[in-house]
């Protein structure tokens, strides 16, 4: 069964910093994963979605990578704005019928 | 304007009273889900569907069930037998398949049940 795991728990930096957020998973048999941002009291918005098949993904400030082998990705976010501000979770799949949600990591970005 | 509607955002249930979420999605997307999160916790899937008038059970779905007579819209049911049923509920849609797919989710439904 397909476990997820994220550190840090929590992070609090200020404004302009880059960030790395890392993402764990058990089993490497999957198809996709897929990184999330979830503000307080709402529901996810997709940031990226990276393929097996793929290494990274980026999508403006944001920059996804993938090492399916080794059961890993990261959230790389540059230059940190208050505004990035939400709970980050990573989801990979589970044998592409679903996905399986990480705990989240908790992020603070302070002007 | 494409995307999810969950209604009500709020609900308020007195215990031993079944309740239904609603979830309606104009994607056309033939996947729908039913997550539920708890405060500090990820996202456990309680049930999903890949086509009309099928659905399977997720990790948690005892307590709860689901109906898909349409494409476009998947409620879920917590019955007085889910023995904590007080969380936020999520509900999402996707394309299905084992390629490259993204599951988009709606603004989620608060419930409380005293």
């Known amino acids: 069964k397909q476990e997820v795991t994220q550190i840090p728990a929590a992070l609090s930096v200020p404004e302009g910093e880059n960030l790395v957020l890392n993402c764990s998973f058990t089993?490497?048999?999957?198809?996709?994963l897929q990184w999330f941002r979830q503000d307080p009291g709402k529901g996810l918005t997709s940031l990226l979605l990276i393929q097996s098949s793929q290494r990274e993904q980026t999508s403006g400030r944001l920059n996804a990578s993938l090492d399916k082998s080794s059961g890993r990705s990261t959230l790389y976010i540059a230059a940190s704005q208050p505004g990035d501000s939400a709970t980050y979770l990573c989801a990979p799949d589970n044998y592409g019928q679903n996905f399986v949600f990480g705990p989240g990591t908790r992020l603070s970005v302070l002007p | 304007d494409g995307g999810i509607t969950q209604s009500p955002k709020y609900l308020f249930r007195k215990e031993g009273q079944n309740v239904t979420l609603s979830c309606e999605q104009n994607?056309?997307?033939?996947?729908m889900y039913w997550y539920r999160q708890d405060p500090g916790q990820g996202l456990r899937l309680i049930y999903y569907?890949?086509?009309?008038?099928?659905?399977q059970k997720g990790d948690i779905a005892e307590g709860y069930s689901v109906s898909r007579e349409k494409k476009e819209s998947f409620p879920l049911t917590v019955t007085s037998a889910q023995k904590n049923p007080t969380a936020f509920y999520l509900c999402a849609s996707s394309i299905p398949g084992q390629g490259s797919y993204e599951q988009y989710f709606g603004p989620g439904t608060r419930l409380t049940v005293t």
């Open positions: 994607l056309n997307h033939d996947a």
């Open positions: 089993d490497s048999a999957i198809y996709n």
């Open positions: 569907s890949q086509i009309v008038n099928d659905f």
